[in-house]
């Protein structure tokens, strides 16, 4: 449910760290509610994000249009 590479997880005194780029809320969750119910797991932080969204239309290096 998470492709290799998508996530990182570090584990520091019994606290996960989830760090990147997740593509919808129930695989967040997913994430956060396996890593809690580890053994030895007192807290989980969760940085992971949602894909950055590319707005094909917006190309800030291309000319302006010249003013009508």
């Given amino acids: 449910w998470a492709a290799p ?3 990182s997880v570090t584990v520091s005194d019994g ?3 989830l760090w990147g780029t997740v593509n919808s ?3 967040r969750q997913a994430l956060v ?3 809690e119910n580890l053994p030895g797991v007192r807290s989980v932080e969760d940085h992971t994000r949602p894909p950055a ?3 094909p239309i ?3 290096n291309w ?3 010249a003013a009508p």
Avoid: F, I, L
């Fill in 15 to 17: 606290v996960v760290h």
């Fill in 5 to 7: 590479g998508d996530v």
């Fill in 33 to 35: 509610v396996t890593a």
């Fill in 58 to 60: 917006n190309r800030p």
């Fill in 25 to 27: 809320e129930a695989r």
């Fill in 53 to 55: 969204v590319v707005d």
């Fill in 63 to 65: 000319p302006q249009p």
